[in-house]
């Protein structure tokens, strides 16, 4: 049976100072998220990784929001995957639709991000999903089919179970707009047929989150889907309060 997973992505938010107050905040959290077997972090800015990853319970997973493929040279403004490591981060975001948006984050980059990572024995979190544009005129499976085979081209089933994928709508994210939990299911079990075609049995094993305007009071209601195995989680993970309840609704 595939473990829960509660992550957190933090986006631009939150100083040094406020990520270790959460993060110390955060200690009895965790421990409650392990004792029920769930797996739960949060994705700090690059300055806050180091802070959170000391002040956090050691059973919290901090994840980067990205990483360079390269491991060093002339990327101003990039970080490397021996950087990440170098403060013990094993986990990183690959793909939020932010980056594919703002930063011109291609499938192919997508894919050369992973590739490291793997080699290095890190998790990737790939995030896939369409616009409001896409979704209206009915693409949704075809965007996300292109999505996930050139982002995992070449990629072994031994690989790829180190894999979490999260689907996050792109017009439901941060707008309040939640796709309803059958089209959540529908998209995530097509991800998993995907995956199935592409990597055989593993594809059982891989975490599929669900991400979009995800709350305390309808994460519930995405988890309770069979393919759903966990959320990618914005707004409602800033506070200790709001991501306490998104525990404590899932427990």
């Not at 979490?164 to 439901?172: H, L």
């Not at 966990?230 to 200790?240: D, F, M």
């Amino acid at each position: 049976m595939r473990r829960k997973l509660l992550l957190g992505n933090w986006k631009m938010n939150k100083t040094s100072a406020e990520a270790k107050e959460f993060a110390l905040a955060s200690r009895d959290l965790v421990n409650l998220a392990h004792q029920n077997n769930i797996d739960i972090g949060v994705a700090p800015t690059y300055l806050s990784l180091a802070t959170v990853k000391e002040n956090a319970d050691p059973k919290m997973i901090v994840a980067a929001q990205n990483v360079h493929f390269m491991d060093h040279g002339a990327y101003t403004g990039e970080i490397s995957v021996p950087m990440l490591q170098e403060f013990g981060i094993d986990w990183v975001l690959i793909g939020h639709s932010e980056r594919r948006a703002y930063d011109n984050e291609t499938n192919q980059k997508c894919h050369d991000k992973m590739a490291v990572l793997l080699a290095n024995n890190m998790v990737p979190v790939y995030c896939v999903g369409e616009t409001l544009a896409q979704f209206e005129a009915g693409q949704t499976k075809e965007v996300v089919s292109s999505q996930i085979r050139e982002g995992l081209a070449d990629f072994t089933p031994e690989q790829v179970k180190r894999l979490v994928v999260a689907y996050e709508p792109v017009w439901s994210i941060g707008t309040g707009k939640n796709a309803s939990t059958e089209i959540a299911q529908d998209v995530c079990g097509y991800i998993r047929s995907i995956l199935r075609e592409l990597f055989g049995e593993v594809a059982e094993e891989i975490r599929i989150l669900y991400g979009g305007s995800v709350k305390p009071e309808n994460i519930k209601a995405y988890l309770s889907c069979p393919d759903i195995d966990g959320g990618l989680v914005g707004g409602a993970s800033l506070k200790i309060d709001s991501y306490s309840g998104l525990l404590t609704n899932i427990l």
